[in-house]
């Protein structure tokens, strides 16, 4: 059974940094696409970026060249570096492999000042 945790949420003034931690099991990691999502108050799920099971990465433009996203592999974890964050980036972020999933917990992040 696929299992995501995530973590490394927090509250953070706008202009700073947090990096998201996910810890997935239950599947074969290295051989998935991880994707991280976020979702605000009121609104549906939105795909922030992705990493392929090589190491490359897309992102929405929104988050473009201030979120990165990487992969251990060893570690079964998948990153969310996410720099200048701004208020409109407060959500709840979830991570997700491109196979059948349950959504995990989620962590919270909040920029305000």
């Known amino acids: 059974q696929v299992q995501l945790v995530e973590s490394g949420g927090g509250l953070v003034q706008p202009g700073g940094s947090l990096r998201l931690s996910c810890v997935g099991s239950g599947f074969t990691f290295s051989s998935a696409a991880m994707r991280w999502f976020r979702q605000a108050p009121g609104k549906v799920h939105e795909l922030v970026g992705v990493?392929?099971?090589?190491?490359?990465?897309n992102y929405v433009d929104s988050v473009k060249d201030r979120f990165t996203i990487s992969r251990d592999n060893a570690r079964n974890t998948v990153y969310l570096q996410m720099n200048n964050l701004k208020p409109e980036d407060t959500a709840v972020y979830y991570c997700a492999p491109d196979i059948p999933f349950n959504w995990g917990q989620g962590t919270q992040v909040t920029v305000s000042s």
């Open positions: 990493i392929s099971r090589y190491g490359s990465t």
